[in-house]
């Protein structure tokens, strides 16, 4: 789970930096202005996918979407595409707007359904992401042969460097984490075991192919960039993808803490909890859904009407799992 957020967060990173630098004039390029694009395409594409997904969501409850397993469905699957485009249009990064949709979708998307339901949808939507995540590594296979051969002296320094960064990257965040987890009292502190592997796990290709290939017609050695990109992407592949599993050994790491529960919640994740709690009374369903039930006549607890509920055979909410009501 760490090593999956930061990369997301990464790739975030990458994607704003990327579009800053290959849509600029260099020459003419001042700080003020690389704050100000970093600022909107983050910041503002991180607002408008959560607001589109909150409409999104609550487009669910106000058709009655709940009612149709295929139709809500393919309904969330689409709204991926339409963020991502829309975004786009509006001169936005559309990952990152989609990145935060999805977050939105299943927070409160899923509530729409039954335990049958959200599975069913998961499975293929995961399909569908399978299936796209594939497309990138085909279009590996045929970007390495339209390039030309310029040897790996190259490749090989750029795949030394980037380890090098991320080393430093890992190491240095992963110590001011613990800093302020120390001030507040928190113990739950990456180790120098988490630290290794996420240098070990979080280096990723998917990105990093699509951002060389965009590059636009003011450098001269894109070619050069695609092939040590690919080159890099294959020997990550290789040698880390291949020896996680004998990493976790090495280091003595298992997963039975991975899911391990923390019980305490403190006074921001309490708070984030009932804001939490309100979006869902909005988006999911509350005394209004109850009255809906009762009027299809499938009011299935009738004793239970002060709950937040989606569906009638949804029995509990998941601010009840965390003690919140």
């Not at 090098?164 to 502190?189: E, P, Q, Y």
């Not at 890099?232 to 298992?254: K, P």
């Not at 009374?281 to 209004?288: A, F, I, P, R, Y």
Request: proline share 1%.
């Amino acid at each position: 789970t760490i090593v999956f957020g930061e990369s997301a967060i990464n790739d975030a990173v990458a994607i704003i930096l990327f579009d800053v630098l290959n849509t600029s004039q260099l020459e003419s390029l001042h700080n003020w202005r690389v704050y100000w694009n970093v600022f909107r395409l983050l910041f503002l594409s991180i607002i408008f996918g959560v607001l589109m997904a909150v409409c999104l969501v609550g487009m669910i409850r106000l058709a009655r979407l709940r009612e149709n397993f295929t139709l809500v469905t393919l309904y969330c699957f689409s709204s991926a595409y339409f963020v991502f485009t829309l975004a786009e249009t509006v001169h936005l990064s559309g990952i990152i707007a989609t990145l935060f949709a999805g977050m939105v979708f299943n927070l409160y998307g899923g509530e729409h359904l039954t335990k049958e339901q959200r599975h069913g949808a998961s499975e293929f939507l995961e399909k569908c992401a399978s299936f796209s995540d594939n497309c990138v590594f085909m279009i590996c296979g045929a970007a390495s042969s339209i390039i030309n051969r310029r040897g790996l002296k190259f490749p090989l320094l750029a795949l030394l460097f980037c380890l090098i960064a991320r080393a430093m990257s890992v190491f240095t965040s992963s110590g001011a984490s613990n800093l302020v987890k120390c001030c507040i009292g928190d113990r739950r502190l990456i180790t120098w075991k988490h630290q290794v592997m996420m240098w070990h796990g979080g280096l990723r290709g998917g990105i990093a192919l699509l951002l060389a290939l965009e590059i636009g017609s003011w450098c001269k050695y894109k070619e050069l960039f695609v092939e040590a990109t690919f080159i890099i992407i294959v020997v990550l592949l290789l040698v880390c993808g291949s020896s996680t599993e004998a990493m976790f050994a090495l280091l003595g790491m298992s997963e039975s803490g991975a899911g391990e529960d923390v019980k305490e919640h403190r006074l921001l994740q309490r708070g984030l909890m009932r804001i939490h709690g309100a979006i869902k009374c909005c988006l999911v369903g509350s005394m209004m859904d109850k009255a809906e039930s009762r009027a299809w006549g499938k009011d299935t607890h009738p004793d239970r009407s002060s709950e937040l509920v989606s569906l009638p055979s949804v029995r509990h909410s998941s601010l009840e799992d965390v003690g919140l009501s």
